[in-house]
């Protein structure tokens, strides 16, 4: 479990000794800008770029202490790297390429420049890795807690642009990974504090646990799948990524594009790991997976014309197919049986009342 937020040992750099301006400096220093777009970074009284030919997609997402995140158990480096993250999602999912982002936060005395720093760490890590430039953000004090606050900007040509309408009834549910690892993450992670809480010599035991931490604290976007349908030639109809749970993002696209959905059970895709965990903790992997949320992985229609492209690919699995808007969107089971998806899963419920 990290301690290391607190200001409890003298190596460690109170904010105040530093000043808003020399925090900034220190957090902001190293940041190469590498795309073209990116014209002025940080350092003036705002960032500037440039697209040219094509459109801006923009994107914000804040992360609450206490609310998404709890640092007795995320490392500040995963926390900067999944804030960023979970922003470029958003960016791929509207079919985009992410160029530039901004960060702003909100932090108190209780934490160091050191802890800032490491938080950093993490932001340069994506910028790194996902070839996103850092131009701006804003830093201020807040009373308590965490807040990070990131913005993301990105290009795309408008004949490219993917919403979440436009799926049309025979089109192919697609959905990019597996689902549910980054939810049965947090419940491991959660489990082991408990046990930290009540036993402070208990050390957290997770081993062979990897795939699903990762899933949690250290997730990555889909940046490669834009490229793969690019290079098969397949435009989605309609995308939206996963971070709310299957369920919830299938109802956005349905409304939006004003169609129902049929999702089949046995094709929803589950990592071995999630399966063995759900076991222990007496879950079932599909209410994992509608529910669960955090998996950052795409979710699209495509035109059924395009199965045969996308068909085999191991990064793609078909889980369903869309249908009129009168039949709603339904979950499928195993035996055949027809219930129908609502927002925080599927609704057992609703079933018995019809
Ligand atoms: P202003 O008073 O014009 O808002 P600031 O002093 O807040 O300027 O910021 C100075 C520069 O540093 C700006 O370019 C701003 O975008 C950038 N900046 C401020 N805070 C952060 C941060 N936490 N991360 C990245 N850049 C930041
Ligand atoms: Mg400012």
Same mark, same amino acid.
């Given at each position: 479990m990290n301690e290391n937020q607190e200001n409890t040992n003298e190596e460690f750099t109170p904010l105040s000794e530093l000043g808003e301006f020399g925090?900034?400096?220190?957090?902001?220093?190293?940041?190469?800008?590498?795309?073209?777009?990116?014209?002025?970074?940080?350092?003036?009284?705002?960032?500037?770029?440039?697209?040219?030919?094509?459109?801006?997609?923009?994107t914000t997402d804040m992360l609450v202490e206490g609310v998404h995140f709890d640092l007795t158990y995320v490392p500040p480096q995963h926390l900067g790297y999944k804030a960023v993250v979970v922003n470029l999602s958003d960016i791929y999912a509207m079919n985009g390429r992410p160029t530039q982002i901004t960060v702003s936060l909100a932090v108190s005395n209780r934490f160091s420049a050191e802890f800032i720093e490491k938080i950093y760490e993490g932001i340069r890590a994506a910028c790194n890795i996902y070839e996103v430039d850092l131009v701006g953000g804003d830093t201020t004090s807040s009373y308590s807690g965490l807040i990070i606050s990131i913005t993301a900007i990105g290009q795309v040509d408008e004949k490219d642009i993917v919403y979440r309408k436009g799926a049309k009834a025979t089109d192919l549910l697609v959905v990019s990974g597996d689902l549910g690892g980054a939810y049965m993450g947090l419940q491991?992670?959660? @489990?082991?504090?408990?046990?930290?809480?009540?036993? @402070?010599?208990?050390?957290?035991?997770?081993?062979?646990?990897?795939?699903?931490?990762?899933?949690?604290?250290?997730?990555?976007?889909?940046?490669?799948?834009?490229?793969i349908l690019a290079a098969l030639e397949v435009k989605p109809t309609s995308m939206i990524d996963v971070s709310d749970g299957l369920s919830s993002e299938i109802l956005h696209l349905c409304r939006q594009s004003g169609v129902g959905m049929r999702l089949h059970e046995d094709k929803i895709p589950i990592d071995p790991s999630v399966y063995k965990l759900c076991e222990e903790f007496n879950l079932t992997t599909t209410t994992v997976a509608l529910s669960g949320g955090e998996d950052y992985e795409l979710l699209f229609t495509i035109d059924l014309q395009d199965y045969e492209k996308?068909?085999?690919?191991?990064?793609?699995?078909?889980?369903?197919?869309?249908?009129?808007?009168?039949?709603?969107?339904?979950?499928?089971?195993?035996?055949?049986?027809?219930?129908?998806?609502?927002?925080?899963?599927?609704?057992?419920?609703?079933?018995?009342?019809?």
């Open positions: 925090l900034i400096d220190k957090l902001t220093q190293d940041f190469p800008l590498r795309n073209a777009s990116s014209i002025k970074g940080v350092g003036d009284d705002a960032a500037v770029i440039e697209m040219l030919d094509k459109q801006t997609v923009v491991l992670l959660e @489990r082991e504090k408990s046990v930290y809480e009540a036993d @402070r010599n208990m050390q957290p035991n997770l081993e062979g646990y990897e795939y699903v931490l990762q899933r949690q604290l250290k997730p990555e976007a889909r940046k490669d799948v834009p490229e996308i068909k085999g690919n191991p990064n793609f699995t078909v889980i369903g197919h869309v249908v009129d808007k009168e039949e709603g969107a339904n979950l499928f089971t195993r035996d055949d049986q027809a219930i129908r998806l609502t927002a925080q899963g599927w609704d057992a419920m609703l079933r018995a009342d019809e």
